[in-house]
């Protein structure tokens, strides 16, 4: 059972840590990614809400939470700031849905995708192991990450719930 | 220039178009349900991607969204949303009958997409009257999902050069009913000071 009492929420563009009893939350995922990284031995978790895949697209922002290619190494930092061991962390990701169909559109029609892409490129590069994804579809997502155990509880309006 | 920047003046001239803009929408409305809405002054502010959805009402709601693309002198993007319930009382009104099933029927799906294209689309009308700027829109997109999911999935274009957003609040009304709309309006950097300036508002 998620203690949902104690619970931080993670907004858009942005990366919070929580170590256990307190639990993190992303309301509603659509082309966003919500990165999870957990460290079981000191039960410590964090998630960022990514909005978009790379920096390089954007002009004098430094918000590296926003961005799939910078999120990943600064949520990791944070991690390691609050006490969890860095070869225990493993990765767990949701979100990347195609929300509208843009038919005039190729870019923002794959936005999900890309994102989803970056992020798995960003953990490769940190060494972070995927152990769990729920990403794509047409569908938002809001998401728990359970500090007890790790467990990411995704919630959807029409298509159900799920442990992964 | 980003809207955190926005002068008071600058801000008052934009509230005067939404205004003018929503006025149109609300007659439009009117006209085609061949009915009396009424509408309060819109309440239009700049707010961080962080508060949009505690502002419009809880992140977690079930909205349905009506989405449109700018393109042109202005460009943009623009959301009409609404929580699934006061869209189900906006399409019995525009097809005047009732359904007890609390999902969005097809049909139902289709009259408030309608209805959010007229109401965004009477507020750019305004808006291109009142700027004397030509600039065209896309055909509306539908869709009903969590609030956040469906802002996040829009926000990505501003995403790119700011973090904050002009929400504009409507409240409508139909004899007693309350019907409440928000308006996410999206324009890119650029077109924001080509705006006041064809308006006259320097700073």
Redesign the interface.
């Known amino acids: 059972m998620i203690n949902v009492n104690l619970m931080i929420t993670v907004?858009?563009?942005?990366l919070r840590v929580a170590r256990f009893p307190t639990n993190l939350f992303v309301?509603?995922?659509?082309?966003?990614i919500g990165v999870c990284l957990y460290d079981r031995v000191t039960q410590t978790g964090g998630i960022a809400h990514v909005?978009?895949p790379a920096l390089i697209?954007?002009?004098g922002?430094v918000?590296r939470a926003?961005f799939g290619d910078t999120a990943v190494e600064a949520l990791l930092e944070e991690l390691l700031k609050a006490g969890a061991v860095g070869s225990g962390i493993v990765a767990k990701i949701a979100g990347g849905?195609h929300?509208?169909?843009?038919a005039?559109?190729r870019n923002?029609m794959k936005?999900?995708e890309r994102n989803a892409a970056s992020v798995k490129l960003a953990l490769k590069k940190c060494n972070i192991p995927l152990v769990a994804e729920d990403t794509g579809g047409?569908?938002?997502?809001?998401i728990i990450l359970d500090t007890a155990t790790g467990c990411v509880l995704i919630k959807?309006?029409n298509y159900g719930e799920k442990i992964i | 220039m980003d809207f955190k920047s926005l002068t008071q003046a600058r801000l008052d001239a934009l509230k005067e178009i939404v205004n003018i803009g929503v006025g149109n929408a609300v007659t439009a409305l009117s006209q085609l349900i061949d009915d009396k809405i009424m509408m309060t002054v819109p309440v239009i502010d700049v707010l961080p991607f962080g508060e949009l959805s505690e502002a419009s009402g809880g992140g977690d709601a079930y909205v349905a969204g009506v989405y449109l693309r700018i393109a042109g002198a202005i460009s943009g993007d623009i959301l009409f949303i609404m929580p699934v319930q006061e869209a189900k009382k906006l399409a019995s009104l525009m097809l005047k009958q009732q359904s007890d099933d609390p999902a969005l029927s097809e049909m139902e799906c289709s009259a408030v997409k309608e209805t959010g294209s007229i109401l965004t689309g009477s507020f750019l009308n305004a808006l291109s009257e009142l700027t004397s700027l030509s600039f065209s829109y896309s055909v509306p997109y539908f869709c009903t999902d969590i609030f956040e999911a469906i802002l996040g999935s829009i926000l990505y274009n501003l995403g790119a050069v700011g973090d904050c957003a002009l929400f504009i609040k409507t409240e409508l009304y139909h004899k007693t009913e309350k019907l409440v709309g928000n308006f996410f309006f999206l324009p890119q950097a650029n077109s924001l000071d080509l705006m006041f300036e064809s308006i006259g508002v320097k700073n």
């Open positions: 907004g858009i563009a942005e309301i509603g995922l659509g082309s966003c909005m978009l697209n954007a002009r922002n918000n926003k849905a929300m509208f169909h843009l005039d559109d923002s936005l999900g047409q569908h938002g997502r809001t959807t309006i």
